[in-house]
């Protein structure tokens, strides 16, 4: 009876872990949406008018995707607040532990394509800063391969935010970490810098 009931557990807690970041994919995939109608909107209207009265146009149809855009990084971070209070963090939370018996997680198609759709994911608009700025986002990959627990560590909190922001959207499982042939739940971090010219 007792390893029934850890087993079931233990599926219960994936599934209640793959949901967590699933509503920051549909703010994602809503906004996406919403901006591209904005965008044919617009192309259709400037089409019919003469060319003085473009720049009108554009102007207010990137007010309109800005506005769009302010909206979504809201919700995102109200999903966010939500996730991490059903996970708090904390900096024995997400210190990385060195074990050699363990194999690390892997993200299907390498770290450099991890990498890139952290990038792709990424609202540059809502960064404010000069020179260079960097952040080391930790996570947790869970023994399911999601990603739960996410925080940036640097100066600048927008770029923090926005880093673990885009950790979170990554659309891809992680292959667990393995101690012994056994799923683990393993602790990663990747540094994130960005130029301003």
């Known amino acids: ?44 209207e400037v089409l019919k008018v003469p060319l003085r009265k473009r720049a009108k146009i554009t102007i207010k149809k990137d007010s309109d995707i800005s506005s769009l855009e302010l909206k979504r990084e809201q919700e995102y971070q109200e999903e966010i607040k939500k996730i991490q209070s ?72 927008n770029f923090n935010r926005e880093a673990a922001t885009a950790v979170l959207l990554t659309q891809k499982k992680w292959e667990p970490a393995t101690k012994d042939g056994l799923p683990e739940r393993a602790h990663m971090s990747i540094p994130l810098t960005l130029n301003f010219d």
């Open 86 to 157: 059903a996970f708090p963090l904390s900096e024995s939370t997400l210190m990385v532990l060195k074990d050699n018996e363990v194999t690390p997680p892997k993200y299907p198609d390498g770290i450099d394509a991890f990498r890139k759709e952290i990038i792709n994911n990424f609202n540059i608009e809502a960064i404010r800063g000069k020179g260079k700025i960097q952040t080391t986002v930790k996570f947790i990959v869970e023994k399911d391969g999601s990603i739960i627990v996410v925080k940036g560590i640097g100066e600048n909190e």
């Open 1 to 44: 009876m007792k390893k029934h009931f850890s087993l079931l557990l233990f599926f219960a807690l994936n599934f209640y872990f793959s949901q967590q970041t699933e509503g920051l994919r549909i703010i994602k995939s809503k906004y996406d949406i919403e901006i591209q109608k904005v965008k044919k909107t617009y192309l259709d």
